[in-house]
Structure formats: C-alpha cells, structure tokens
C-alpha cells in the first residue's frame, strides 16, 4: 500500500482523508494556506507544507506548487478531496506526469464529465435515458427556438460547461426565450469562460436522486444505491439521506445498473455519481449528469453500507481490487446528514466568518459529525463556510430524524452564526418527516414560517451593522474578483451565495437600515 498521501484540499474533507489514511496505516501529508496554518487538518497531518497565500487561486488551486509538495515530501499519491482541483483534468495529468499516483478517475473520464454535453453523449451511446433535449451546444439563438418548440415548453437552458445550476434557466414560454437565452450566455460566460448553451425539456417537480458508483482498474464495477439531494437551496444541497423515501429495491437496482452502463462507457475508476431527475408522477428517471469526484454527501451512504468510501478509494488507486462484490452489498437503516453552514439563516444566509468561540459537537447513538474545525478555529471568507456534516444514522427513518433532532439540539457554536437552527426547524416540519421531498420543498418550507424568520434582522448599533455590511459587500467583491481571476470552476455553488449577499444588502439598503430592530438575539446557538 502507498506510504504516503498528500492530500490537496483543506476544511473537514481533508480531515475525512487523513482519518481514512491513520486507519490504513498510510502518513497523512497537508497543505495549507498562509491563513490555515492553524486550521484542524493541519493539526491531525504528519506534515503540512504551506501553498501560499489565502486565496484559493494562490494556494489550493496551485496545481504546479501542490504538485512540487507532493515531490518534495516524497508522497506517492494525491488525494484531492471535493471541490478545488478534485474534477480538473490538466491537474490530474500534472500528477501523473510526476509519477504520482492521483486518487480518482482518469483525465479523459473528467474531460468526458466535464462538459455537459459530451456526458449526455455518453449516456445515450450507452443507452442510458437522458432528459429529452440537445446532445450538442446549440449553434444559435433561432437553432434554440427551432428545438424549444419542438420539445414544448417549459424547457431549461443550461451552461455545456456547467452544471450545479449555473447558468441555467427555466424559460416557460417563446416570448422568455430571448432574454433567458442572452442572460444565460452572458452568465455561462462569466463564469466559465465558455458560453455554449444546451437544452432540456423541464422536468416539473422533480426529485434529484443520484447512485454512487465505484470502479476498479480490472473491471469491476457496482453501485452503492442512491441518496435523495432534492432538498437544495439556490442549487446548494442542504440535506442528503440515504435511501430516497420515494425509492423502493427494484427503482434503485434499475437506477444502479444505468449509472454503471455510464461508468463503463467512460472507463471509469474510484469513486463516482451518476445524478438522475426522477419525475414524481411516473417515477421515470433520466440522467441529469455525472460527478467525478467524492461527494461532501458520501457519508449517508457510508453509514447505510458500512463501507469506507475513502478507504476503498486509495486501495483502487494503488491497484487492489474492490473489497466487494455488487452481491454482498447491504442496505441497513437510514442516514441523514445536515450542512452545516457558518451563515445567517435569519438574515439571507449572510455568511457569518470569524472566530468559533465555543463548540460542542454532538455524539451519541447513530451520531457522525464530519467537522473541519475546533473551538477557537477562523471561519474565513476564502473559502466555502461549510463547518460540518452533521449525520445520523437510525434502523428507520423515523428514528433517524429522531436521533438527528437530538442531535441538533445538543449541537454548540458560539462566536459565528450557523445555519444549524434552520436545520431544528426542518427536522419538526410535519412536510420532512412525512418524505416530500421534491425540489420544491425549502420554497414551500420557507412560506410555512413565520414571516419574521426571514426577515432582514439587525442587532447591535445601526452603526455597528452598518460596518457589518460594508465588510460583507468589500468581501463579496474581493470574493468575485477571485472568481474571476480564476479560470476553474471552484466549489460552484459559492458564487451565488454571495451574490445573494450583495442583493440582500442592496435591498435592506434600500429599506434603510435604521428601521425598527427585532428582538436581540444571544450568539449562543
Ligand atoms: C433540471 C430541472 C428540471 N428539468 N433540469 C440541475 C442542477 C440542479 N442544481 C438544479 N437542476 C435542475 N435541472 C430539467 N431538465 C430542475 C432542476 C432543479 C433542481 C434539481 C434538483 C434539486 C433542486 C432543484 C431546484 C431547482 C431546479
């Protein structure tokens, strides 16, 4: 087995790797940035080898310096974790380039993935159902009116070099057309330096459901069932479980063996997800597109399975076969797991950095939390605020929400605000625990609340929020610039988190913010 693994990535998904490393025995290498030296990954490495400096386009996206660690600390393999470099192609080339071993799937397979249209493709050459629509990008605005028609509205536009939701729109009428069509290529554009657009007929009200797949280097492949992520906010999962409420064992063998047709049409190897939309109606399912990578929402399948995704991940790429067969794989209980945010939920999801006062993670029965931080740890504005990855596991999923829930309440952060008491109201709506779990549901969520929940809610001087504001839009430019300066689609979600920053200031701007303050409320959690 390898000796040594650099692992390229920071917060709690490198923390995920190097505990899959200590178990088999491996030394765990780090990296990090100028503000991340005391960051808990660090910590818990053997070594760690500074990248630069804060921004990621500095530091963690460096491939030739995280390249140079790797060499320099005689590793042997990289892993990349999710997000930064894990789905870049011209990374992974660098890596084998320098005779090292990269713990995912080949630049080809990611190249293939990557553009959206080339995994449609894919999939119907491999004879896998996808949303009706364009394989290619479409050559011009009338070439998308021609196709629009003919699938009958509504229809989706989306970005060739998407995915996530970037770029797309929903277009419900010929007179949208031009508008969305010109919004979504200047979007696509922006964002990744490619406005090619394609489109799908719009599914309504339909459920993301995805299958893990995994492939070794001797053929061998399986699925490891599927987890429901329809329940997303600005295209941002917020809650994955494991199985879908909706699936029953014969939905999710046929929903297995589409995902491992794409797999094997890409020669894929390590760890994968083939995303599907489910149409609630006749429970069709088609393929939306595949990720290279592993999922921050890997652990609901971890639990559900008891398999060690990471763990297998490093043993493929060293060369050992799968430690199972498709046969043996066991589905037992079910597992839910919260994001867990450094954010308002009160206040627009404003992303809420600075120093964790306090902490005090929840344990207990049926209880994971996959965390990057510790008491006195900065959340900082570089990076994507998730903190943890609160998980419970329970024989059914009425005794997984109740473990969670526990678990929920149990959960302490002082110093920033976190999304976790969005998460104590989701897990008591009557809507979540009876499973309606369609793409719909945090709208409908959202309308169930009490008006004030929402709202723009000020505390401390006008002042002091005034400076607050100041602070969160120089971010949100600071933030934007960087995207810009970076040409690879970095964590993709995060832009849109910020942007909504900047409208949601805009508007209470608007307002004025020296209107009438709602009741004070404590930092403690
Ligand atoms: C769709 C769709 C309906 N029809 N595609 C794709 C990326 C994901 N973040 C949103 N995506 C969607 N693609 C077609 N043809 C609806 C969505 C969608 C969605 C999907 C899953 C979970 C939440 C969602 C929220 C809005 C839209």
Redesign the pocket.
């Known amino acids: 087995m390898f000796r040594k693994i650099l692992i390229a990535n920071r917060g709690e998904i490198a923390v995920r790797v190097i505990r899959a490393c200590r178990d088999m025995k491996i030394s765990p290498v780090a990296i990090y940035s100028e503000v991340d030296a005391a960051a808990l990954h660090v910590r818990l490495a053997d070594e760690a080898v500074c990248v630069g400096s804060a921004a990621s386009s500095e530091s963690y996206l460096n491939l030739a310096t995280i390249v140079a660690a790797a060499r320099r600390t005689e590793a042997e393999a990289i892993h990349p974790g999710y997000g930064f470099l894990a789905e870049n192609a011209e990374f992974a080339r660098c890596v084998i380039a320098a005779g090292l071993k990269f713990i995912g799937p080949t630049p080809e397979a990611m190249e293939i993935m990557g553009s959206k249209t080339s995994a449609r493709r894919a999939a119907v050459a491999a004879g896998v159902s996808v949303?009706p629509?364009t394989v290619e990008a479409l050559a011009s605005f009338d070439e998308a009116r021609e196709t629009a028609s003919r699938l009958g509205y509504p229809v989706?536009l989306?970005a060739s070099a998407g995915?996530?939701?970037k770029g797309?729109r929903l277009v419900t009428s010929e007179t949208e057309l031009r508008s969305a069509f010109d919004n979504s290529k200047s979007e696509a554009e922006g964002a990744f330096g490619d406005s090619s657009l394609y489109l799908?007929?719009?599914?309504e009200r339909?459920r993301?459901i995805e299958i893990q797949i995994f492939a070794d280097t001797r053929g061998n492949i399986v699925h490891l069932g599927e987890r429901e992520?329809?329940i997303?906010r600005r295209?941002q999962k917020v809650i994955e479980e494991c199985p879908a409420p909706i699936n029953d064992p014969a939905l999710r063998d046929r929903m297995g063996e589409e995902a491992i047709k794409i797999a094997r049409a890409v020669n894929y190897v390590g760890a994968g997800t083939v995303e599907f939309?489910v149409a609630a109606a006749t429970r069709e399912f088609y393929f939306?597109e595949m990720n290279t990578r592993l999922q921050v929402e890997h652990p609901v399948t971890e639990l559900v399975t008891g398999i060690d995704l990471v763990r297998e991940q490093i043993s493929v790429a060293y060369g050992v076969a799968l430690s199972f067969r498709q046969e043996e794989i066991r589905w037992v209980g079910h597992a839910i797991e919260c994001r867990v945010y450094a954010e308002d939920p009160e206040n627009h999801f404003f992303p809420s950095p600075g120093r964790i006062a306090f902490l005090q993670a929840p344990s207990g029965p049926g209880i994971r939390d996959d965390s990057g931080v510790r008491a006195n740890s900065e959340v900082s504005i570089h990076y994507d605020p998730l903190i943890s990855k609160l998980a419970a596991w329970g024989r059914t999923r009425e005794e997984a929400i109740d473990r969670l829930r526990r678990a929920l309440d149990e959960y302490q952060v002082e110093g920033i605000k976190t999304t976790l008491p969005f998460f104590r109201r989701i897990v008591r709506d009557p809507e979540f625990i009876r499973g309606v779990l369609d793409?719909g549901f945090i709208s409908r969520f959202q309308d169930r609340q009490p008006k004030e929940m929402f709202s723009h809610n000020v505390e401390g001087s006008a002042e002091k929020s005034r400076e607050r504001d100041i602070a969160l839009i120089a971010a949100a430019f600071h933030y934007r610039k960087l995207r810009r300066d970076t040409s690879i689609n970095n964590q993709p979600e995060s832009e849109s988190r910020w942007k909504m920053s900047g409208r949601a200031f805009q508007l209470s701007a608007r307002r004025g913010i020296d209107r009438k303050r709602e009741s004070p409320r404590g930092q403690k959690e």
């Open positions: 949303v629509g989706m989306k995915g996530g939701g797309m799908e007929k719009a599914i339909p993301h992520c329809s997303q295209h939309l939306l793409t």
